[in-house]
């Protein structure tokens, strides 16, 4: 793992088991170099804080915390977005413009990619079926319009990261 990164703003350090336990709660396998990271940053921004997707510059807010006090707590936030985002997307960070960094276990349960989810045109799939006449399949097929390939792993998301 990069060592360059300033992280900012962290939660207490959280324990490695705490982690793994509140993932396999909300059905994810989190990958060791997140567990890794979020130990000691859950809750942080960091520097460097820009990336791309595609051809577009993103730029990081923070990890979410594994605090159940925060306002920020994974938990709350997987939630929040359940109910838009495509089966299989866990989100596990934000930018500052309300979209999610995200691990997706779509093709894989134990490795996940890492992608972007943007937040404009989201509609909750019960919605799109309700008011569209959507099939689960086509609202969750839209609902996967709105997820971009960032990296294959979170060490490779976080070397992406440039100022």
Not at 33 to 62: L, M, Q
Not at 65 to 84: A, H, L, Q, W
Not at 119 to 131: D, T
Request: proline share 4%; with cysteine; net charge negative.
């Amino acid at each position: 793992m990069r060592k360059d990164l300033e992280w900012e703003y962290a939660d207490l350090e959280v324990s490695e088991n705490k982690i793994k336990e509140v993932g396999l709660q909300l059905g994810f396998n989190l990958p060791q170099d997140y567990i890794n990271c979020v130990k000691k940053n859950g809750g942080a921004s960091v520097f460097p804080e820009e990336f791309n997707v595609g051809n577009a510059e993103r730029c990081f807010g923070s990890l979410f915390s594994f605090d159940e006090e925060s306002s920020e707590y994974i938990v709350k936030k997987y939630e929040i977005y359940k109910p838009t985002l495509p089966q299989k997307v866990f989100p596990i960070a934000n930018d500052p413009a309300g979209n999610l960094i995200c691990f997706d276990y779509k093709n894989n349960k134990e490795n996940p990619i890492v992608v972007f989810w943007e937040h404009e045109n989201a509609g909750e799939k019960e919605m799109l079926m309700r008011e569209e006449g959507l099939t689960e399949d086509q609202a969750e097929e839209r609902a996967r319009e709105n997820v971009f390939y960032v990296a294959a792993t979170f060490t490779e998301f976080l070397d992406k990261l440039h100022d």
